[in-house]
């Protein structure tokens, strides 16, 4: 496995879209939709009022873990427009670990995209085949159904639901958790590998 002291994230790239290591630089993109509580709703912060606030959490968890040797989260360019649009990846695991949690946050300018499924695609190529993971699971909430069904599609396997304790809010919201295991990732790898 790798060795985490000199890991580094490797830039990726889907049909559409630039995976990369986020920077400082990145702060009016992510502002834009880290401001908007549509998609902080779920998030472990509130919305960022200003863009100082989006610097501060950009050094806090995307470049302290960078800088950790840590795996996390990408800055998606889409290439037609050469913008920001989001961020995806795995929320901080070290280069040593069997099992990833994947997220993605998109910017609700986005959303008609249909960007999800194809950066999912590549995040688990990555996870399988890149960082030897075992499992990968993914956690979304209840009411937000269009986060359910391309997990399904991509041959994720429902475990079970539960409620999450979200601390910024001191509120419980009702999730799922969705699992894809690195036996059935080798097996539907060529249904995974078709274009769409």
Known sequence: MHNS??????TLETSRCILRPISLEDAPYLFDYYQKDIVV???PFKPHKTISDT??????FFLKNYKEGKIGHYAIVLKEENVVVGNVGFNNISPSSKEGEMGICINPYYWGYNLSTELAKEMIRYGFEDLGLQKIFAITFEDNK???KPLEVLGFNYIKT???KLY???????CHRYEML???YIKNKPKLNKKG
């Open 55 to 60: 610097k501060k959490f950009i050094k806090l």
């Open 182 to 184: 690195r036996s059935s």
């Open 162 to 164: 539960f409620n999450k």
């Open 146 to 148: 269009y986060s359910q």
């Open 168 to 174: 910024s809010k001191n509120q419980y919201v009702k």
């Open 5 to 10: 002291n000199n890991f580094k994230m490797k």
């Open 41 to 43: 709703k779920y998030l």
